[in-house]
């Protein structure tokens, strides 16, 4: 699926959900003197101008990061690396994963990242030209990429996988991945986003994953819709090795996303 340009919907909600955890868990990570590798399976273009066109259209930057960035310390790895995007491409520039990735991890450090959609993949290659870890950005199937890579080199790492969810059918495919990614790489931190929809697709998906994965964390959080017929009501995690310590900030995030709501 091409059609998905995720410009529109870049630090919203869900992405400060998604890349709070996702940064707390490289900066866990990273605390051992250990090389990691990084995959990610939909990569998109990495970087995005929360002050473009895109952007503006939707206003869900101004519902998320923008209004939700005092909530997090000056030293939260999420803030961090979102600094170290804005020193580089200006105020208004937003990392996603990609970047995020590239900030926390060092020299030495692999960054495997998959882009189908031509432009997106341009831009992703361009947004990655400096980073410090070695990065291979892949013009394929993200599920593919992931599955021929596992067990990767470094051992040690962190798989994210973040489909738009456009068809049905991730709903179904997308769990076998994880199953799959799991048994070819036991050690590896497998981290699966999930939007919150009001029919609530995702139910079965995640009934599904905790039964055949029990040890795997399940971290959701609701929030109202960013506009008028939005049918995104919350942002959802699914967790497996799940780092020491997330648990901490996992429930920080609870107590955010809750007061949020009541606001």
Not at 95 to 102: D, F, K, M, Q, V
Not at 192 to 217: F, K, N, T
Not at 219 to 246: D, K, T, Y
């Amino acid at each position: 699926m091409l059609s998905y340009q995720h410009a529109y919907h870049a630090g919203n909600l869900a992405d400060v959900h998604k890349h709070a955890v996702l940064s707390s868990c490289l900066d866990y990570m990273t605390r051992k003197n250990k090389p990691l590798s990084y995959l990610e399976t939909h990569a998109g273009r990495g970087l995005y101008d929360l002050s473009g066109v895109e952007s503006q259209r939707t206003g869900e930057a101004a519902a998320g990061i923008l209004r939700l960035r005092d909530l997090f310390a000056a030293d939260h790895p999420y803030m961090r690396a979102q600094r170290a995007v804005q020193a580089r491409h200006g105020a208004a520039a937003y990392g996603g994963s990609p970047l995020i990735a590239a900030a926390l991890l060092r020299e030495g450090d692999r960054i495997d990242l998959a882009e189908l959609h031509p432009q997106e993949h341009a831009a992703l290659v361009a947004a990655m030209a400096d980073a410090v870890p070695a990065v291979h950005v892949h013009r394929r199937d993200g599920a593919a990429m992931a599955l021929a890579l596992a067990p990767p080199e470094p051992r040690r790492g962190l798989a994210l996988i973040d489909p738009s969810w456009e068809l049905k059918e991730d709903y179904a495919r997308i769990p076998d991945l994880v199953r799959k990614l799991h048994r070819k790489w036991n050690v590896g931190v497998l981290l699966l986003w999930y939007p919150i929809l009001r029919d609530g697709p995702h139910r079965a998906m995640v009934d599904g994953l905790v039964a055949v994965i029990p040890e795997g964390v399940v971290h959701e959080v609701a929030f109202a819709p960013a506009r008028e017929g939005h049918r995104m009501e919350g942002s959802g995690l699914f967790i497996v090795n799940p780092p020491w310590g997330i648990a901490d900030e996992l429930a920080l995030l609870s107590a955010r996303f809750a007061a949020l709501t009541r606001q």
